[in-house]
């Protein structure tokens, strides 16, 4: 085995409990960015109209304490994990929170992305990305609803 330990990542779909209002995912985005820096976790969560997918990457040990906690979180439902995989390295450098039908004018809070309102890359670029990126951009175009 490398002396540079193999990364893991997760991404999860699911359904949120119920609607979030704007100052709840701000708190959201505080709460998540401190726990996710304390497990050394990178990734992004993407929400829109009670809707969730979230890329989880670092540690597999920390990777799955996180994820567990999310999975026994009250505020979510329906979770679905369409990948799990070891990788070699980060694709999110950095953990961001996007939100849809926002006013990110009103957002100013470090971690927070313009992700759902940017254009997307054209297709045959898109299928050049990481899967995670992949899935994230599918749940970006399909109207940012998990399959539930």
Not at 19 to 39: K, P, T, Y
Request: proline share 4%.
């Amino acid at each position: 085995m490398s002396a540079v330990s193999k990364l893991h990542q997760i991404v999860y779909v699911s359904t949120a409990h119920r609607a979030f209002s704007h100052d709840e995912l701000q708190s959201l985005l505080v709460e998540c960015r401190a726990n996710n820096q304390e497990h050394g976790i990178t990734g992004m969560l993407l929400y829109h109209d009670g809707g969730f997918i979230q890329a989880l990457e670092g540690q597999k040990a920390d990777v799955l304490h996180v994820y567990d906690r999310i999975f026994h979180d009250s505020r979510h439902r329906c979770i679905i994990k369409p990948l799990e995989r070891s990788v070699e390295r980060r694709n999110f450098p950095d953990w961001k929170m996007g939100f849809q039908n926002l006013d990110a004018k009103t957002i100013n809070l470090p971690g927070f992305t313009r992700f759902l309102q940017e254009p997307s890359p054209r297709r045959e670029i898109r299928d050049e990305l990481d899967l995670s990126l992949q899935l994230l951009f599918s749940f970006k175009e399909s109207g940012s609803q998990p399959v539930a």
